[in-house]
């Protein structure tokens, strides 16, 4: 069973920092790895996927890399803003597999 | 707006209750699923589909039934409600990698 670690489990930053969110897996037999971002009370919202033949993806003040050889992969997110204050989930789907495995999250709170 | 709609939003049930938690989608994805999300474990597949007519079993699916008569309905029945499936249910879809997730059912039972 794939396993996904995201450590740590609560970041708190100043506004304005750069800063990095932490995702391991188990199985570096991956098909793909995508980043969510949740709300309190709200559903996920999809920020990154990154294909196994791919080694990151950026999406404005977002990157996210992938070592499947090492079995992590990190999310940077540049010039952290108060409306970055929310829950950052990675997930993992497995060659072969239908369903996504996910790690238990970081929750993020930006500082004004 | 385009998306995954779940209803209801919220749900207190008795022990031994049956319910269903309504899943729709209009974007024509095939693949639809569910999702538990309880507090230190992550999120966890109930059971997902792959298109109308085709149903499957995830990592937790007992106590849980699914049917998918239509592309655009994915409906999860709890036939006899237990504590332990206090939770929130996740309905998602999938086009191509994407997943387009709805807002959550947030369940008791009590």
């Known amino acids: 069973k794939q396993e996904v670690t995201q450590i740590p489990a609560a970041l708190s930053v100043p506004e304005g920092e750069n800063l990095v969110l932490n995702c391991s897996f188990t199985?570096?037999?991956?098909?793909?790895l995508q980043w969510f971002r949740q709300d309190p009370g709200k559903g996920l919202t999809s920020l990154l996927l990154i294909q196994s033949s791919q080694r990151e993806q950026t999406s404005g003040r977002l990157n996210a890399s992938l070592d499947k050889s090492s079995g992590r992969s990190t999310l940077y997110i540049a010039a952290s803003q108060p409306g970055d204050s929310a829950t950052y989930l990675c997930a993992a789907v497995k060659t072969g597999a239908n369903n996504l495995f996910f790690g238990t999250g970081t929750r993020l709170t930006v500082i004004p | 707006n385009a998306g995954v709609t779940q209803t209801p939003k919220f749900q207190v049930l008795k022990t031994g209750q049956s319910m269903t938690l309504q899943c729709a989608q209009d974007m024509n994805h095939e693949y639809m699923s569910w999702y538990r999300q309880d507090p230190g474990m992550g999120l966890r597949l109930i059971h997902y589909s792959v298109g109308a007519g085709i149903t499957d079993q995830g990592e937790v699916p007992n106590g849980y039934n699914v049917s998918r008569s239509t592309t655009e309905d994915f409906p999860l029945r709890l036939l006899s409600a237990a504590p332990s499936q206090t939770s929130v249910y996740f309905c998602a879809s999938r086009q191509n990698y994407g997943y387009t997730f709805g807002s959550g059912t947030r369940l008791t039972v009590v």
């Open positions: 199985d570096s037999a991956i098909y793909n």
